[in-house]
């Protein structure tokens, strides 16, 4: 079974090489951006091998080992997924590092920080292009409950429940809840 599994992994490889090549492995972010949405909208087992293999030629880290399931994409190629990570359906992530054996639920967003729009000296809203972006560090071990929001840092073996919206860094070994999101154990 495992020999089986490489094999499909590889093809799944060589399927998605000609992409990774047109998006410059990533550093095209246009065609990074196209690519990424593509492979976000194939179905079932099929799409899951060609999301992880697309990214694992991407993204600065990405375990094969890993499953990103239907409708789900980077937005930023500045991301890197460790092994054997679960995303669910509908997530849509930014810079953020993913640490082993964590699992996003369905409908999480995982934003590139706090700073991505600002505001010019008129109060008027900017685009990105003049905000700040940074890199979100999800640890090892952790669970994130369908449909939370991340702009913040979340240690190892931590729990953020279903809709709690994260805009502050939560310790290791916690369980965090609501809006914004509060330690309840730790």
């Not at 079932?44 to 080992?65: H, K, M, N, P, W």
């Not at 995303?87 to 953020?96: F, K, Q, T």
């Not at 082993?100 to 008129?122: F, M, N, P, Y």
């Not at 073996?157 to 369980?175: E, R, Y």
Request: proline share 3%.
């Amino acid at each position: 079974m495992i020999v089986f599994k490489r094999m499909v992994q590889a093809l799944a490889l060589l399927l998605v090489f000609p992409a990774a090549l047109i998006c410059g492995f990533g550093r095209v972010r246009m065609l990074f951006g196209l690519c990424a949405q593509a492979y976000s909208q194939v179905p079932g087992i099929v799409g899951d091998y060609l999301r992880i293999a697309f990214y694992r030629l991407t993204l600065e880290q990405c375990s094969l080992e890993s499953r990103i399931s239907f409708g789900s994409f980077f937005a930023h190629p500045e991301a890197s997924v460790a092994e054997r990570v679960y995303i669910g359906s509908y997530c849509i992530l930014g810079r953020v590092t993913i640490g082993a054996r964590t699992q996003i639920a369905s409908g999480v967003q995982v934003l590139s920080g706090k700073g991505q729009h600002t505001r010019d000296a008129e109060g008027r809203i900017t685009g990105s292009e003049h905000g700040s972006f940074s890199t979100v560090a999800i640890g090892a071990d952790c669970w994130i409950g369908a449909g939370a929001i991340v702009i913040a840092d979340i240690g190892d073996k931590t729990t953020i429940g279903a809709g709690s919206i994260v805009t502050k860094p939560i310790p290791a070994h916690s369980t965090a809840v609501g809006n914004p999101a509060r330690v309840l154990t730790s």
